[in-house]
């Protein structure tokens, strides 16, 4: 009985203060009903081995986004460190494209938001992103190996940090994109408080990370 109500204290915990970031946020539409969504123990997530090549594949999106010329040496660097196979067929396409399309450019420079919060859930970062601006992408950029270096001891050596941190991270930029889909259903045009592609970004990468979780906030 006292264990759960030790359980049931922690997880109150965790929402308080989840929710206090929220409302700092200016999201206060939006609650966590269900104490259990909070509970890491019933939350898996990828090895942090695959998770640490992902960050690798969304740096070099973002790279190939900036500089489209070097997309041919960005492909053969994700083949040659096997990074090739975390790549999606829609950004393989991208990839190979020979022609700057400045909309898939514009999207695929906002991949270092998701790089960024991986490399904080990799613990190689020490802090979360601001929900309201970007990320401090020079952080990220002194931390993983660049375009052309060999990449196994980085990967070898990552680890994540504390899974509730990581629960808690993805329920805030989760519950915020419902957030900015609300505004934008209602006609808003401008967002406090929220940096909606940084947020959305960076929402998409916890969400590739997470292989399961509770149904229901």
């Known amino acids: 009985m006292n264990d759960m109500l030790t359980w049931a204290d922690t997880l109150e915990s965790r929402r308080n203060a989840l929710e206090a970031r929220l409302y700092a946020a ?17 939350w898996h997530f990828r090895d942090a081995s695959t998770t640490a090549r992902r960050v690798l594949v969304l740096y070099a999106l973002s790279l190939a ?9 960005i492909l053969a660097w994700l083949q040659q460190q ?43 970062v020490p802090l979360a992103p601001d929900a309201a601006s970007e990320a401090p992408i020079a952080a990220l950029l002194s931390h993983i190996p660049h375009l ?11 680890h994540y940090r504390e899974p509730e941190e990581l629960v ?12 900015l889909r609300r505004l934008y259903e209602q006609g808003a045009r401008t967002v406090q408080q929220l940096h909606p592609m940084a947020v959305f970004e960076r929402r998409k990468a916890l969400s590739w990370i997470t292989e399961s979780r509770p149904q229901s906030a």
Not at 65 to 73: C, E, F, R, V
């Open 26 to 42: 200016h999201i206060a539409d939006l609650e966590i009903t269900c104490l259990s969504y909070l509970d890491a123990a019933q």
């Open 148 to 158: 052309g270096a060999d990449t196994t001891a980085f990967i070898a050596h990552c």
């Open 65 to 73: 986004a900036y500089k489209p010329s070097k997309k041919p040496a």
């Open 82 to 124: 096997r990074l090739h196979f975390l790549v999606s067929a829609e950004e393989h396409q991208f990839l190979q494209g020979q022609h700057s399309d400045e909309k898939l450019q514009a999207r695929y420079s906002w991949s270092l938001e998701g790089a960024y919060i991986l490399a904080w859930a990799l613990d190689l």
């Open 168 to 179: 808690a991270e993805y329920v805030f930029n989760d519950l915020a994109v419902v957030h």
